[in-house]
Every structure is written in C-alpha cells, then in structure tokens.
C-alpha cells in the first residue's frame, strides 16, 4: 500500500471498489487507508477522483437494487 493519503491509482482503485460493493464513503477511505478529510478534499481538487466515486456510486445503485429485489423474494419463499 502506498504512504499514507499518497494519490495513486491504487488508491482510487480501492476507494472505486468498495463504493462500489457498499455505496457508502466510509467505507472507500477505509479500504483505501486515508483519512475522511483526505477523501472529501480529493472530491474537491481532483475531478477525475469526483468522476470514479459517482460512476462507483451509480454502480452500486444500479446493482443494488436488482439484488435486494432477489433477496427479498428468497426471504419470502422460505417463509
């Protein structure tokens, strides 16, 4: 892992994939080990990092819902 809040693509990756996996912030600067100031300041300086985090969120969204329907209706058939 890079130094601690270095900007790397590694970095953006980690953020990018657990937003993805969560949709929440706080759980993109914690799988990329940097700070929540950090975090909101790169969504601030940096647009391409502002553009990887709504595109993660987007995709979270698009996703989620699909397979919150697919639980739901397993729920219900084993009940």
């Given at each position: ?15 990018v ?9 706080e759980d993109?600067f ?7 100031d950090?975090f ?7 647009p391409?990092?502002k553009?990887a985090?709504?595109?993660a ?5 698009a996703h989620s819902?699909?397979?919150?329907k ?6 219900l058939r084993t009940?």
């Open positions: 892992m890079p130094a601690k809040g270095k900007y790397t693509p590694e970095v953006v990756e980690a953020c994939t657990a937003i993805e996996e969560s949709g929440r912030d993109g914690v799988a990329a080990r940097i700070s929540a950090t909101y300041r790169w969504l601030n300086e940096k391409e990092f553009a985090i709504a595109a969120k987007k995709h979270f969204q819902i699909p397979q919150l697919r639980l739901a209706k397993k729920a009940h």
